[in-house]
């Protein structure tokens, strides 16, 4: 035998996101194929496997591992020689191993086209069972209680497998091998429908009765992979219109619900970029633009997009086969379905998803004409995850199903820290060592029922990862409901406390994920955040670095007249750029039918409780209610989304001469809202806004960028959700050769707020060192 020929023993240790993603079926089957004896196992850390055989077989299977199955994800592969075994001369898959956890579980994924060929069989013994699952799809992190991933840690262990599916649980060639929330009609949960009292209905098909529910206009809470859903047709305007007087939701648009991509012909504009995401397995809501002649009335009021999402359960692809006439095959799937869904998340205002069939019957009596549930319990509440279409890569508005807990790379590696983000589009974040895993979006914290919502993500987030914290991250304002619940959990385990300026989080949430090190120039426009003066900051731009910010300009402060009203109301801030052109004495005329507006002129002209606010949101209310585009908001960003919408309806213009000026270190937009309260296109008006910003805004960008040396820009903030300013703005910057880094793994809004601040916080951390 020649020394290439003599057997080796290699242990392999791999890392990523290789749990509950068939990666031992894999790995058998890799091992079998490569003649190769030895064994693959889960454990804390990932996947321990350890092979034998010839050089040129292990070469081979180490090949192989290059190409995992389609979700999983390697990070890393460490290798080392071990003694050959004797007697070695099969491969077998080994129970899992306990120890400190450091590997992650993956994100809940949508049925894949083998179940839903299962589901639509009638000689299978899936047919129509609404809890369809393999290695390659359905939930995870909503119904894993730790880690390692195995069917004692889920949410299914109360449901012992029959034999038949013990059987394709046990065998290594079948692709439920170890799926752990495995399940069939004879062992696994069972849909229930309950009217909105509790009571039971139509036990002998729930299916069938949800569906001749939803015909006659009725709502129905449907239980989804991370909570339920409100759902009605969306092709009845009133079915629409009580969802929305339930909801206590007048304008906030809703997403809806299609059986395929062909069911969306003539409701929104789908290229193959767009359909490319609709089909994605973490099947997302995508923003794409309306379809003319749509004829949707109340889906999203003043807005050019719909939010629209394809089947993500079996359960939702269930109703739409019921639908079609429980048809057998798949070939209905390709055909265009008349049912089209609102789908919306079913939650009383302001308060967190609902998970719990009985919570449901609790809570959404005064929403739900009946409740469509299942004894399967969700341990975390998950919210559908929201894109919008871009250039490159798409924009994640918000991150949840689908995307959370994967994990996210660090330019570097640093002690444990855990951040509790801000108050609004809540999400927290846990790293260890360079990589950083962020919880789904848990939304505001205003009420009790959120805030105990986030201590429970917490609590699980730290408890899967067997994480612990060393230091904890928290928003530089002290009066925020998630900074003092940051300052409590650090007071309580004797851990430091880092707070961090709000846009220097921001940045760092972009420069973080892009890898970036070193110096970099920050634009933040958001809302509003704590300034380092202890003003209310939202228009600046920063020289970050690491742990460092310092504040080089802003866009110039305008008065917020009744403080948070003023955020409700646009056309206060309307009013405020009045009294700031001096043209005061016009506000009471101007809005003659506001019963305050004589209130708000005083306030103004007194300088009583009017903050000032460099605040990018509020100069687009100030726009908008300018242009009598949006007056009153009925929910967050609304003015802006549709003054953007209000602005490509027109399309391209060049910016106003003369649109700004400069006031030392701040930026003067005055002379644009005085050519606004003149404009009679509100279209146009809009149009010339969003120019005029991006040009004023690249200008001061080049300026900074010249004057410290830097060729980078990372933009983030609510506002950077906007595309025709960010487009605009990304035209100029590269005419210049400044780089521009935008939000590509996370929000820019403060859905990314806890990964800028926990890198912020690591960064302190290692300068301290």
């Known amino acids: 035998m020649s020394a290439s020929d003599a057997p080796r023993r290699l242990a392999l240790r791999v890392r990523g996101q290789v749990q509950g993603v068939g990666f031992r079926p894999f790995v058998w089957r890799l091992a079998r194929d490569c003649r190769l004896s030895g064994w693959v196992r889960n454990d804390g850390a990932g996947v321990a496997i350890e092979v034998q055989g010839a050089a040129a077989a292990l070469a081979a299977f180490r090949a192989g591992l290059a190409t995992p199955p389609p979700l999983a994800r390697i990070d890393t592969v460490e290798a080392a020689e071990r003694p050959c075994e004797a007697a070695a001369d099969e491969f077998h898959i080994l129970a899992s191993a306990a120890g400190p956890v450091r590997t992650g579980i993956g994100p809940d994924m949508a049925v894949c086209a083998a179940c839903i060929a299962e589901l639509c069989d009638p000689h299978a013994r899936r047919w129509r069972y609404a809890f369809t699952t393999c290695t390659h799809c359905g939930p995870r992190y909503t119904v894993a209680a730790r880690l390692p991933w195995d069917r004692a840690n889920t949410a299914l262990a109360g449901f012992p497998l029959c034999a038949d599916c013990a059987a394709e649980y046990a065998d290594p060639a079948d692709r439920r091998f170890h799926a752990e929330p495995l399940a069939c009609p004879a062992c696994g949960p069972r849909l229930v429908l309950r009217d909105a009292a509790g009571r039971v209905l139509a036990a002998d098909d729930p299916l069938a009765a949800t569906l001749a529910l939803l015909h006659d206009g009725r709502i129905v809470a449907v239980k989804g992979l991370g909570g339920f859903h409100l759902v009605c047709d969306a092709r009845n305007a009133a079915s629409v219109a009580a969802l929305r007087a339930r909801k206590h939701r007048p304008a906030k648009p809703f997403a809806l619900l299609a059986a395929n991509l062909a069911s969306l012909a003539g409701v929104v504009r789908v290229d193959a970029d767009a359909a490319a995401l609709l089909q994605a397995p973490q099947r997302p809501v995508v923003l794409l633009e309306?379809?003319?002649?749509?004829?949707?009335?109340?889906?999203?009021?003043?807005?050019?997009?719909?939010g629209v999402m394809l089947p993500a359960t079996p359960l939702q692809v269930l109703l739409f086969h019921e639908a079609a006439g429980r048809p057998a095959g798949t070939a209905w799937l390709a055909a265009p379905q008349p049912l089209l869904l609102v789908c919306t998340s079913a939650n009383p205002s302001g308060e967190p998803l609902v998970i719990d069939d009985d919570e449901a019957?609790?809570?959404?009596?005064?929403?739900?004409?009946?409740?469509?549930?299942?004894?399967r319990a969700i341990l975390q509440r998950v919210d559908d995850s929201v894109l919008l279409p871009r250039p490159g890569a798409p924009l994640l508005v918000r991150r949840a199903r689908g995307w959370t807990p994967q994990a996210l790379r660090l330019p570097a590696a640093g002690p444990a820290v855990l951040a509790f983000g801000g108050d609004l589009k809540n999400t927290v974040c846990a790293t260890r060592g360079d990589t950083a895993v962020l919880s789904q979006h848990l939304g505001d914290l205003a009420s009790a029922s959120a805030r105990r919502a986030l201590a429970d993500t917490v609590a699980h987030l730290l408890a899967l990862l067997d994480l612990h914290p060393a230091r904890v991250a928290c928003d530089r304002y002290p009066d925020g409901i998630a900074s003092r619940l940051a300052a409590a959990f650090a007071a309580g385990r004797g851990l430091p406390l880092v707070a961090v300026q709000h846009h220097h989080a921001h940045v760092a949430a972009v420069l973080a994920e892009h890898g970036h090190v070193g110096p970099a120039l920050?634009?933040?426009?958001?809302?509003?955040?704590?300034?380092?003066?202890?003003?209310?900051?939202?228009?600046?731009?920063?020289?970050?670095?690491?742990?460092?910010?310092?504040?080089?300009?802003?866009?110039?402060?305008?008065?917020?007249?009744?403080?948070?009203a003023a955020a409700r109301e646009p056309w206060r801030m309307a009013a405020s750029a009045l009294h700031a052109l001096g043209r005061g004495a016009e506000i009471v005329q101007r809005w003659a039918g506001r019963p305050a507006a004589r209130t708000v002129a005083a306030m103004l002209a007194q300088g009583v409780r009017c903050p000032p606010t460099s605040s990018a949101g509020r100069w687009f209310d100030a726009a908008a209610g300018l242009l009598g585009v949006c007056e009153t908001m009925s929910y967050e960003g609304e003015a802006a989304m549709r003054l953007?919408?209000?602005?490509?309806?027109?399309?391209?213009?060049?910016?106003?001469?003369?649109?700004?000026?400069?006031?030392?270190?701040?930026?003067?937009?005055?002379?644009?809202?005085?050519?606004?309260?003149?404009?009679?296109?509100?279209?146009r008006g809009a149009a010339l806004f969003h120019a005029t910003l991006a040009a004023a805004l690249a200008e001061a960008l080049v300026a900074a960028a010249r004057a410290g040396g830097l060729a980078t820009v990372a933009a983030a903030g609510g506002v950077c959700l906007n595309r025709e300013l960010l487009a605009a703005l990304r035209t100029h910057l590269d005419a210049t050769g400044l780089a521009l880094l935008e939000a590509r793994a996370l929000p820019p809004n403060d859905g990314g707020l806890a990964l800028g601040q926990a890198w912020v916080a690591q960064q302190a951390a290692l300068a301290d060192a």
Do not use: K
Request: charged share 20%; net charge negative; with cysteine.
């Open 290 to 306: 309306r379809a003319p002649g749509a004829g949707l009335p109340g889906i999203a009021p003043g807005l050019d997009r719909y």
């Open 522 to 564: 920050g634009l933040a426009l958001d809302g509003f955040g704590w300034g380092a003066d202890d003003t209310l900051w939202g228009g600046e731009w920063l020289r970050v670095d690491g742990a460092h910010s310092v504040r080089l300009g802003h866009l110039l402060p305008l008065a917020l007249p009744g403080g948070d």
């Open 361 to 375: 019957v609790a809570r959404l009596a005064g929403s739900a004409d009946a409740i469509l549930g299942h004894d």
């Open 644 to 683: 953007e919408a209000a602005a490509r309806r027109h399309g391209a213009v060049a910016p106003l001469a003369g649109g700004w000026r400069w006031c030392g270190d701040a930026l003067d937009l005055r002379p644009l809202l005085a050519h606004l309260a003149a404009e009679a296109d509100a279209d």
